[in-house]
T-cell receptor, first 113, second 109 residues
Protein backbone atom coordinates (compact mmCIF):
# COMPACT_ATOMS: atom_id res chain seq x y z
CA UNK A 1 0.00 0.00 0.00
CA UNK A 2 0.86 3.66 -0.19
CA UNK A 3 3.49 4.82 2.29
CA UNK A 4 4.35 8.38 3.25
CA UNK A 5 7.55 8.96 5.21
CA UNK A 6 7.93 12.09 7.33
CA UNK A 7 11.07 13.32 9.08
CA UNK A 8 12.00 14.26 11.69
CA UNK A 9 9.56 12.67 14.14
CA UNK A 10 10.26 15.31 16.71
CA UNK A 11 12.39 18.41 16.93
CA UNK A 12 13.20 20.98 19.59
CA UNK A 13 14.52 24.33 18.40
CA UNK A 14 15.32 27.70 19.85
CA UNK A 15 13.03 30.63 19.29
CA UNK A 16 14.02 32.55 16.15
CA UNK A 17 15.54 29.61 14.29
CA UNK A 18 14.11 27.73 11.29
CA UNK A 19 13.10 24.10 11.06
CA UNK A 20 12.60 21.99 7.93
CA UNK A 21 10.25 19.00 7.82
CA UNK A 22 10.40 16.50 4.96
CA UNK A 23 7.57 14.43 3.54
CA UNK A 24 8.23 11.68 1.00
CA UNK A 25 5.88 9.38 -0.86
CA UNK A 26 7.84 6.12 -0.99
CA UNK A 27 6.01 3.95 -3.48
CA UNK A 28 3.89 6.32 -5.51
CA UNK A 29 4.10 9.71 -7.15
CA UNK A 30 2.22 12.54 -5.54
CA UNK A 31 1.57 15.63 -7.61
CA UNK A 32 -0.25 17.07 -4.62
CA UNK A 33 0.63 16.84 -0.96
CA UNK A 34 -1.10 18.42 2.00
CA UNK A 35 0.26 19.87 5.24
CA UNK A 36 -1.80 19.85 8.44
CA UNK A 37 -1.26 21.20 11.93
CA UNK A 38 -2.76 19.73 15.07
CA UNK A 39 -2.80 21.35 18.48
CA UNK A 40 -3.28 19.21 21.61
CA UNK A 41 -6.70 17.61 21.84
CA UNK A 42 -7.86 19.29 18.65
CA UNK A 43 -8.59 18.12 15.15
CA UNK A 44 -6.28 18.42 12.17
CA UNK A 45 -6.38 21.76 10.39
CA UNK A 46 -5.19 22.06 6.81
CA UNK A 47 -2.41 24.60 6.42
CA UNK A 48 -1.60 24.37 2.72
CA UNK A 49 -1.77 22.30 -0.41
CA UNK A 50 1.60 21.60 -1.97
CA UNK A 51 1.69 21.33 -5.75
CA UNK A 52 4.65 19.78 -7.57
CA UNK A 53 6.47 22.38 -9.62
CA UNK A 54 4.33 25.31 -8.57
CA UNK A 55 3.53 27.51 -5.60
CA UNK A 56 1.65 26.13 -2.66
CA UNK A 57 -1.91 27.13 -1.93
CA UNK A 58 -2.33 28.33 1.64
CA UNK A 59 -5.48 28.24 3.74
CA UNK A 60 -6.89 31.45 5.08
CA UNK A 61 -5.00 32.69 8.11
CA UNK A 62 -1.80 30.73 7.42
CA UNK A 63 1.25 32.96 6.98
CA UNK A 64 2.96 32.17 3.68
CA UNK A 65 6.23 33.78 4.71
CA UNK A 66 6.42 31.83 7.94
CA UNK A 67 5.51 28.40 6.59
CA UNK A 68 7.51 27.91 3.42
CA UNK A 69 6.50 24.92 1.32
CA UNK A 70 8.55 23.46 -1.51
CA UNK A 71 7.42 20.57 -3.70
CA UNK A 72 10.36 20.10 -6.03
CA UNK A 73 9.67 16.53 -7.13
CA UNK A 74 6.79 14.09 -7.39
CA UNK A 75 7.89 12.34 -4.21
CA UNK A 76 9.14 15.10 -1.92
CA UNK A 77 7.54 18.08 -0.24
CA UNK A 78 9.14 20.15 2.51
CA UNK A 79 7.71 22.52 5.10
CA UNK A 80 10.05 25.07 6.64
CA UNK A 81 8.93 26.91 9.73
CA UNK A 82 10.89 30.16 9.64
CA UNK A 83 11.76 32.26 12.67
CA UNK A 84 9.92 29.82 14.89
CA UNK A 85 8.28 31.02 18.08
CA UNK A 86 6.77 29.09 20.99
CA UNK A 87 3.26 29.51 19.56
CA UNK A 88 4.40 27.51 16.51
CA UNK A 89 4.88 24.48 18.73
CA UNK A 90 2.50 21.87 17.39
CA UNK A 91 2.16 18.52 15.63
CA UNK A 92 2.66 18.83 11.87
CA UNK A 93 1.43 16.07 9.53
CA UNK A 94 1.73 15.68 5.78
CA UNK A 95 -0.40 13.56 3.49
CA UNK A 96 -0.68 12.51 -0.13
CA UNK A 97 -3.32 10.77 -2.13
CA UNK A 98 -2.54 7.27 -3.26
CA UNK A 99 -4.63 4.23 -4.02
CA UNK A 100 -7.46 3.81 -1.55
CA UNK A 101 -7.54 7.40 -0.39
CA UNK A 102 -5.20 9.70 1.46
CA UNK A 103 -2.14 8.40 3.30
CA UNK A 104 -0.53 10.31 6.14
CA UNK A 105 3.00 10.62 7.40
CA UNK A 106 3.77 9.80 11.01
CA UNK A 107 3.91 13.47 11.97
CA UNK A 108 6.51 15.83 13.41
CA UNK A 109 6.21 17.16 16.92
CA UNK A 110 7.79 20.62 17.00
CA UNK A 111 8.67 22.28 20.28
CA UNK A 112 10.05 25.82 20.19
CA UNK A 113 11.81 26.92 23.38
CA UNK B 1 -16.57 25.20 3.40
CA UNK B 2 -17.86 21.78 4.32
CA UNK B 3 -18.60 21.14 8.00
CA UNK B 4 -17.93 17.78 9.63
CA UNK B 5 -19.31 16.95 13.06
CA UNK B 6 -18.63 13.78 14.99
CA UNK B 7 -20.42 12.29 17.97
CA UNK B 8 -19.98 11.51 20.71
CA UNK B 9 -16.93 13.68 21.46
CA UNK B 10 -15.79 11.35 24.22
CA UNK B 11 -16.55 7.71 24.92
CA UNK B 12 -15.46 5.36 27.68
CA UNK B 13 -16.05 1.64 27.20
CA UNK B 14 -15.28 -1.50 29.11
CA UNK B 15 -13.30 -4.05 27.21
CA UNK B 16 -15.60 -6.27 25.20
CA UNK B 17 -18.31 -3.66 24.67
CA UNK B 18 -19.58 -2.50 21.29
CA UNK B 19 -19.89 1.09 20.12
CA UNK B 20 -21.07 3.24 17.23
CA UNK B 21 -19.41 6.47 16.21
CA UNK B 22 -21.17 8.93 13.95
CA UNK B 23 -19.95 11.45 11.37
CA UNK B 24 -22.28 14.05 9.86
CA UNK B 25 -21.19 16.24 6.96
CA UNK B 26 -22.84 19.30 5.50
CA UNK B 27 -22.40 18.78 1.75
CA UNK B 28 -21.99 16.10 -0.89
CA UNK B 29 -18.68 14.28 -0.81
CA UNK B 30 -16.77 12.01 -3.16
CA UNK B 31 -14.31 10.86 -0.54
CA UNK B 32 -14.80 9.82 3.06
CA UNK B 33 -12.26 8.11 5.25
CA UNK B 34 -12.15 6.95 8.85
CA UNK B 35 -8.88 7.19 10.74
CA UNK B 36 -7.64 6.05 14.12
CA UNK B 37 -5.01 8.31 15.67
CA UNK B 38 -2.89 6.37 18.11
CA UNK B 39 -1.28 7.87 21.22
CA UNK B 40 1.88 8.66 19.23
CA UNK B 41 -0.08 10.72 16.72
CA UNK B 42 0.04 8.32 13.81
CA UNK B 43 -3.09 8.31 11.68
CA UNK B 44 -4.10 4.81 10.70
CA UNK B 45 -6.40 4.58 7.70
CA UNK B 46 -9.32 2.38 8.72
CA UNK B 47 -11.72 2.74 5.81
CA UNK B 48 -12.03 4.52 2.51
CA UNK B 49 -15.81 4.57 2.26
CA UNK B 50 -17.53 7.32 0.24
CA UNK B 51 -20.64 5.10 0.14
CA UNK B 52 -21.84 1.66 1.13
CA UNK B 53 -20.66 -0.70 3.83
CA UNK B 54 -17.28 -2.27 4.53
CA UNK B 55 -16.00 -4.58 7.22
CA UNK B 56 -12.51 -5.31 8.48
CA UNK B 57 -12.35 -7.66 11.43
CA UNK B 58 -14.04 -6.10 14.45
CA UNK B 59 -14.57 -2.84 12.64
CA UNK B 60 -17.17 -1.96 10.08
CA UNK B 61 -18.35 1.27 8.50
CA UNK B 62 -21.40 2.45 6.64
CA UNK B 63 -21.80 5.66 4.68
CA UNK B 64 -25.19 6.89 3.53
CA UNK B 65 -24.08 9.59 1.14
CA UNK B 66 -27.60 10.78 0.28
CA UNK B 67 -28.26 11.51 3.96
CA UNK B 68 -24.75 12.86 4.59
CA UNK B 69 -23.60 10.66 7.43
CA UNK B 70 -21.28 7.78 8.12
CA UNK B 71 -21.10 5.33 11.01
CA UNK B 72 -18.15 3.42 12.40
CA UNK B 73 -18.92 0.29 14.41
CA UNK B 74 -16.45 -1.18 16.84
CA UNK B 75 -17.32 -4.59 18.24
CA UNK B 76 -15.73 -6.44 21.16
CA UNK B 77 -13.57 -3.42 21.95
CA UNK B 78 -10.01 -3.88 23.19
CA UNK B 79 -7.70 -1.55 25.09
CA UNK B 80 -5.65 -1.14 21.92
CA UNK B 81 -8.70 0.50 20.31
CA UNK B 82 -8.17 3.53 22.54
CA UNK B 83 -7.29 6.78 20.81
CA UNK B 84 -9.04 9.35 18.69
CA UNK B 85 -11.21 8.45 15.73
CA UNK B 86 -11.58 10.96 12.93
CA UNK B 87 -13.67 10.96 9.83
CA UNK B 88 -12.46 13.14 6.98
CA UNK B 89 -14.21 14.13 3.78
CA UNK B 90 -13.55 15.89 0.51
CA UNK B 91 -15.99 17.05 -2.18
CA UNK B 92 -13.80 15.79 -5.02
CA UNK B 93 -11.63 12.73 -5.42
CA UNK B 94 -8.45 14.78 -5.40
CA UNK B 95 -9.52 17.63 -3.17
CA UNK B 96 -8.24 18.50 0.25
CA UNK B 97 -9.61 16.56 3.19
CA UNK B 98 -11.61 18.27 5.91
CA UNK B 99 -11.38 16.51 9.24
CA UNK B 100 -14.20 16.05 11.69
CA UNK B 101 -14.13 17.06 15.31
CA UNK B 102 -13.08 13.59 16.44
CA UNK B 103 -14.25 11.03 19.00
CA UNK B 104 -11.86 10.28 21.84
CA UNK B 105 -12.28 6.65 22.86
CA UNK B 106 -10.95 5.07 26.02
CA UNK B 107 -11.33 1.33 26.53
CA UNK B 108 -10.82 0.17 30.09
CA UNK B 109 -10.23 -3.30 31.56
Amino acid sequence: GAVVSQHPSWVICKSGTSVKIECRSLDFQATTMFWYRQFPKQSLMLMATSNEGSKATYEQGVEKDKFLINHASLTLSTLTVTSAHPEDSSFYICSARGQGGYTFGSGTRLTVV
Amino acid sequence: GIQVEQSPPDLILQEGANSTLRCNFSDSVNNLQWFHQNPWGQLINLFYIPSGTKQNGRLSATTVATERYSLLYISSSQTTDSGVYFCAVSPGTASKLTFGTGTRLQVTL
